[in-house]
């Protein structure tokens, strides 16, 4: 199984001899332990021995679960503190038992916040996923093209409105002043190009003060202004909040005349139209996708699911998070967006995702709602 995490956990190292053996047969001998990653998840071995040294320990797993000689896997336990240990399997010695060479044993630096619930078959599942078809990212210069076919359009509609238009993508030939645009994302307005106070002051803090955070000659934008003929110019950040609720610059526009002094409100017009642009190409990005998608474990803060729907299977790695409704049986559907932390894949191709709950509907009581539903499951298993 290919497992993929997005966050590490911070873990403490054991290198003594003398701390490993106390951890061993103190805490994990004739203790059940769960195998990482396994296809299907919920497999576990029991620790039989440990060698004096504390190098090798002796296992006994169910008939269902099989090891081969020369396997790494990773064992691990819930002790208020999430247990590691890093294993190879260096002999089988028939009757489901198995002798493990322990490579490495670790501990997490802090408690675990809620510990996890195998979730029984059906109980639990999750439907309604709405993520992007593409993740949006601008460091490398690269947008979706539906991100280029809407500017074209909004652009093309747009001539004929002052005696310059552009609506573009960022590259790395822009001019200096572009560039800090989409560095601070911030507004450059230059009132009046011939009047030295539209470049040291700005109408409020969102915009650039041009002498102050442009590194041009301000004389000589003037005279290039002039030779043009161009009396005002505008040029606004397209701003697109991402995934993880985070604002990116995924272009500009840039808007000149060579006949009216742009204002605060025409920038705040040409920002209404930024925003209307953004909620079509979010709109075009999101796709939905129906089904039941069973929860395998939860807890207060998090959930693992399976995931086997063939677009899913293909966007889902591309993502640091998605929103969803879960369903607890037998109750009305909670919306949630969960932060990706991990992915495994087994050999049919379907995912294991583990989630970290971000966020709740912003209808009242849900995460109240959500907490309520895990601690009665919690009981319902403990009985």
Not at 163 to 182: A, G, L, Y
Not at 195 to 209: I, Q, R, W
Not at 225 to 240: A, C, G, M, T
Not at 280 to 285: A, C, E, V
Request: with cysteine.
């Amino acid at each position: 199984m290919e497992t993929i995490e997005r966050t590490r956990r911070s873990l403490d190292v054991f290198s003594d001899k003398d701390k490993k053996l106390h951890v061993l047969t103190k805490f994990l001998l004739n203790q059940e332990l769960n195998i990482k990653d396994t296809e299907g998840g919920g497999d576990v071995c029991y620790l039989k021995k440990v060698a004096g040294d504390g190098t090798k320990i002796l296992v006994g797993t169910r008939p269902t679960t099989t090891l081969y000689v020369g396997q790494k896997l990773v064992l691990y336990k819930i002790l208020g503190r999430y247990l590691h240990l890093d294993c190879t399997v260096e002999q089988d010695k028939g009757d489901n038992q198995y002798v493990l060479v322990l490579d490495k044993i670790a501990i997490a630096k802090k408690d675990r916040e809620s510990s996890r619930l195998s979730v029984p078959p059906g109980s639990v599942w999750i439907t309604n996923i709405i993520s992007s078809k593409a993740k949006i990212e601008t460091d490398m210069f690269i947008v979706p093209t539906a991100v280029k076919v809407s500017f074209e359009d909004y652009e093309n509609r747009l001539h004929g409105k002052c005696d310059f238009i552009k609506i573009s993508t960022f590259s790395s030939d822009d001019p200096e002043k572009i560039r800090r645009v989409k560095s601070t994302k911030k507004i450059l307005l230059i009132e009046d190009t011939q009047k030295e106070e539209s470049y040291e002051t700005a109408p409020t803090e969102d915009f650039l003060v041009y002498s102050e955070e442009i590194d041009s000659d301000v004389q000589q934008q003037m005279n290039q202004f002039r030779n043009q003929k161009v009396i005002s110019e505008l040029i606004l950040p397209v701003l697109y909040l991402n995934d993880d609720d985070e604002s990116i610059p995924i272009g500009y526009i840039q808007m000149q005349s060579k006949t009216e002094n742009f204002d605060l409100v025409k920038a705040m017009e040409t920002k209404t139209l930024a925003f209307e642009m953004v909620d079509r190409i979010r709109h075009s990005n999101l796709v939905k996708v129906d089904g039941k998608y069973p929860v395998l474990d939860i807890s207060e803060g998090g959930i693992k699911v399976k995931i086997d729907h063939p677009d899913l299977l293909q966007s889902i790695p591309k993502l640091s998070g998605f929103h969803f409704d879960i369903f607890f049986r037998m109750q009305s559907p909670l919306t949630a967006f969960g932060m990706i932390k991990s992915i495994q894949k087994d050999q049919e191709g379907f995912l294991t995702v583990g989630l970290s709950l971000a966020g709740h509907s912003s209808r009242q009581g849900e995460k109240k709602r959500f907490l309520e539903n895990v601690e009665i499951l919690r009981k319902q298993i403990g009985k």
